[in-house]
């Protein structure tokens, strides 16, 4: 098992689950158990600049070898896994020389992994899959990122004639609850620009994402005795009906691809009194996204005119936005990121993000920061896969981006 495989298997299997409705920093203390490894295992490989914080970031720095102008880069994963399905006890399988069929994930529960329902396996024939034995999450997002940026470390230290330049390592709680970067210190970084190493099949180049906001909708009813209602009752699960179907119904998220937004109503909760309405809204054009916020106000608006004042409150708050107007003005790294994903014979696949990423609030917060792949595959799920071949490429990107701006700096 190669560095990179081997780190991987071991970080899966500590439980770093965030919880999203924690008021806590970061959202539950067990991420600290991966934070206090990494920064064991960095101090052993004699890192300067060595910390871990009360809010659980690691940074680390290697310095540079090189009589030249290197740039200082950021290489940054998360390291929590999803509030969606549990972290603790995974059990990893793998898959070698995948022949293209289902995998039995567990048998005793009837869970396949099939490329009937995900057609994409069939590109990893002969290829080693790791998943998850159908009873958690496998944990690549995004712990694949944090083992190729650590075997990319170890691989430097133990080979210290490769000429590089100053690289700022940095690893974050929180990144699946929205939290990941809030409490990152970029002046402490002190990186020139950065990349996130998280998520996104193999050869994937990422600098846009969309812009987000969250929309809460409380929504006031009376209750009255059915059978005598009429002209009295407010049922406030039919106005939440109302509000729902007033948004364009071909902007919902299973309706859209690419660069198109969507309204997602996440969560539906009431009674006849009291319902409330909790939506994230995304889009990547900043008018459009304008324009969808300017939607969801009309609506509460006309609903308070329809049923009178304080029927409906909306809350709405901007989340995050798109990291291309920040990434534009320093494409070199995103010209010399595609440069290394060719140069390691894969074909890059330049596409929006269709969510957000630590990258997005950092590179607003003056650090340039792009996303690469890890190679997973349904993130989130009991379905979860890693091909290994393609983590072991993006160890390789890494190392080819560190020797790019290696090359083309000047002497000192």
């Known amino acids: 098992m190669s560095d990179v495989v081997d780190r991987f298997v071991r970080y899966i299997k500590v439980d770093t689950q965030s919880n999203p409705d924690s008021t806590s920093f970061p959202s539950t203390s067990k991420q600290f158990n991966l934070a ?15 910390s871990l914080d009360e809010n659980g970031y690691v940074m680390a720095t290697l310095p540079s ?3 030249r102008n290197v740039p200082s880069i950021g290489w940054i994963a998360h390291m929590d896994t ?26 005793e529960k009837k869970i396949l992994l099939s490329p009937s329902d995900f057609p994409e396996m069939r590109n990893y024939l002969g290829q080693t899959l790791i998943t998850t034995d159908g009873t958690t999450l496998l944990g690549a997002d995004d712990k694949a990122g944090v083992a190729a940026i650590m075997s990319v470390v ?13 690289l700022k390592i940095g690893f974050t709680p929180d990144e699946e609850v929205g939290q990941g970067a809030e409490r990152f210190d970029v002046k402490k970084f002190g990186a020139d620009f950065a990349y996130t190493i998280d998520g996104g099949e193999v050869g994937e ?14 929504i006031k009813g009376r209750g009255v005795h059915p059978g005598t209602a009429k002209n009295k009752m407010i049922n406030a699960i039919n106005i939440a009906m109302d509000i729902a179907g007033a948004l364009p119904a071909h902007m919902k998220p299973e309706f859209t691809e690419n660069n198109e937004g969507f309204f997602h109503l996440m969560r539906f909760d009431g009674t006849i009194e009291e319902t409330t309405l909790q939506y994230i ?5 900043k008018d459009k996204f304008e324009w969808q916020k300017g939607l969801i106000q009309r609506i509460v608006q006309n609903t308070n005119y329809k049923y009178g004042p304080g029927t409906a409150n909306l809350e709405l708050k901007d989340q995050y936005y798109n990291m291309k107007e920040k990434i534009l003005p320093v494409m070199h790294i995103i010209e010399t990121a595609r440069e290394a994903i060719e140069a390691v014979g894969l074909t890059p696949k330049i596409i929006p993000v269709r969510g957000g990423t630590d990258g997005a609030r950092l590179s607003y917060m003056g650090l340039p920061c792009p996303n690469i792949f890890t190679g997973g595959h349904n993130a989130h799920g009991r379905f979860e896969y890693l091909p290994m071949e393609s983590l072991e490429k993006a160890k390789e990107v890494i190392l080819k981006i560190i020797d790019l701006y290696t090359d083309r700096s000047e002497k000192k």
């Open 65 to 67: 070898n090189s009589t």
């Open 36 to 50: 206090k490894i990494l920064y064991d295992e960095l101090s052993s490989l004699g890192l300067k600049d060595l």
């Open 82 to 107: 999803s509030p969606d399905m549990s972290g603790e006890g995974v059990n990893p399988k793998f898959i070698q020389n995948y022949d293209g069929g289902d995998i039995v994930l567990n048998a």
């Open 154 to 166: 170890q691989y430097l230290v133990n080979h210290p004639e490769i000429e590089h330049g100053p």
């Open 205 to 218: 180049l990422e600098y846009e994402n969309f812009n987000a906001a969250g929309a809460k909708i409380f």
């Open 281 to 285: 809204i995304r889009e990547h054009d």
